[in-house]
């Protein structure tokens, strides 16, 4: 039902510099993978095959490794190294990837407004690949399109934060209607110290209904002079309905080096079998979306 996902990749990754000069930060790896590779398997989990990436200056090394290469197949072809493709081959061959360019970094908002073209008029979800999502049962989209199926309107996923880090995210507030889950009536996106309505931060997993485009159009600069989502997300609260889910899982924050080397160790740790030497991959296999 949800077919489609989108991926704003437009972002300078500044936070990263000065490895994301000339490098996309979705392209940074973790272990051996690249953060987006990461984001494209937890939506095929969700039974989503289309990925629309948005895209910006410098960015097509993620054209190019969702796409086959060839001269490399062939030479590796009948060595050992084969194995560390199969993963990315069958990603592939699942899903389609389509492409559009934003021509000015202006916010979430203008990211996700400039993908309507490749999404059309249907419910979508977005992921932001720097948030890294894990969930060993059920990948963190999955639990929310479990949760649109039955509810029909925009998701996002929340997690608490510490007191000293609000100010990095959108904030919401709501009613309370179950214990995971919130109708959303107050949203800000980085508030500034005692002004948040509570400590439950967006994190980069949406389920948005298409009616969201309108309501981007109409939504003006805001935080940081740019087009945040969450304004036009608060607009939509206002006068439907949105949800909150705090989801389960763990989720790290690679777009700074701290989250990134938390998960660099986290995956090096479940991906290395003790008392081998060499780096092994525990493959899962992806469930093909119907
Ligand atoms: C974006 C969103 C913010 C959200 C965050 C999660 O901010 O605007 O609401 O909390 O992603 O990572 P960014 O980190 O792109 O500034």
Same mark, same amino acid.
């Given at each position: 039902?949800?077919?489609?996902?989108?991926?704003?990749?437009?972002?300078?990754?500044?936070?990263?510099?000065?490895?994301?000069?000339?490098?996309?930060?979705?392209?940074?790896?973790?272990?051996?993978?690249?953060?987006?590779?990461?984001?494209?398997?937890?939506?095929?989990?969700?039974?989503?095959?289309?990925?629309?990436?948005?895209?910006?200056?410098?960015?097509?090394?993620?054209?190019?490794?969702?796409?086959?290469?060839?001269?490399?197949?062939?030479?590796?072809?009948?060595?050992?190294?084969?194995?560390?493709?199969v993963?990315?081959?069958?990603?592939?061959?699942?899903?389609?990837?389509?492409?559009?360019r934003?021509?000015?970094?202006?916010?979430?908002g203008?990211?996700?407004?400039?993908?309507?073209?490749?999404? @059309?008029?249907?419910?979508?979800?977005? &992921?932001?690949? *720097?948030?890294? /999502? #894990? +969930? =060993?049962?059920?990948?963190?989209l !999955?639990?929310?399109?479990?949760?649109?199926?039955?509810?029909?309107?925009?998701?996002?996923?929340?997690?608490?934060?510490?007191?000293?880090e609000?100010?990095?995210? @959108?904030?919401?507030?709501?009613?309370? &209607?179950?214990? *995971?889950?919130? /109708? #959303? +009536? =107050?949203?800000?996106?980085?508030? !500034?110290?005692?002004?948040?309505?509570?400590?439950?931060?967006?994190?980069?997993?949406?389920?948005?209904?298409?009616?969201?485009?309108?309501?981007?159009?109409?939504?003006?600069?805001?935080?940081?002079?740019? &087009?945040?989502?969450?304004?036009?997300?608060?607009?939509?609260?206002?006068?439907?309905?949105v949800l909150?889910?705090?989801?389960?899982?763990?989720?790290?924050?690679?777009g700074g080096?701290?989250?990134?080397?938390?998960?660099?160790?986290?995956?090096?740790?479940?991906?290395?079998?003790k008392g081998?030497?060499?780096?092994?991959?525990?493959?899962?296999?992806?469930?093909?979306?119907?």
């Amino acid at each position: 039902m949800i077919k489609k996902c989108l991926f704003p990749a437009a972002g300078y990754g500044t936070r990263f510099l000065p490895a994301t000069k000339s490098m996309p930060k979705e392209m940074m790896p973790v272990v051996n993978k690249p953060l987006i590779e990461y984001g494209v398997e937890e939506a095929i989990k969700a039974g989503i095959n289309n990925m629309c990436i948005v895209m910006g200056r410098g960015k097509h090394s993620i054209m190019d490794h969702f796409d086959k290469n060839y001269e490399l197949e062939h030479q590796i072809s009948g060595t050992n190294k084969e194995e560390l493709l199969v993963d990315i081959r069958e990603v592939i061959d699942i899903a389609n990837f389509t492409y559009i360019r934003q021509h000015e970094i202006k916010g979430l908002g203008h990211a996700v407004l400039t993908g309507q073209e490749l999404i @059309g008029d249907e419910p979508f979800a977005v &992921i932001l690949s *720097d948030d890294l /999502c #894990v +969930n =060993e049962r059920e990948s963190v989209l !999955e639990q929310m399109v479990a949760l649109y199926k039955q509810f029909r309107c925009s998701i996002i996923a929340v997690q608490e934060v510490p007191e000293d880090e609000i100010c990095k995210y @959108g904030i919401i507030s709501g009613e309370m &209607i179950r214990d *995971d889950l919130y /109708c #959303v +009536n =107050e949203m800000i996106e980085k508030p !500034e110290r005692g002004s948040a309505p509570s400590n439950l931060a967006i994190v980069g997993r949406y389920i948005l209904t298409p009616d969201i485009f309108g309501l981007i159009e109409c939504t003006k600069l805001g935080t940081g002079g740019e &087009i945040q989502l969450t304004d036009s997300l608060l607009k939509q609260a206002r006068y439907g309905c949105v949800l909150a889910y705090k989801f389960k899982g763990k989720r790290f924050d690679c777009g700074g080096v701290e989250g990134y080397v938390q998960a660099t160790n986290y995956f090096f740790e479940k991906l290395y079998l003790k008392g081998e030497k060499k780096l092994k991959l525990l493959r899962k296999p992806l469930l093909k979306a119907t």
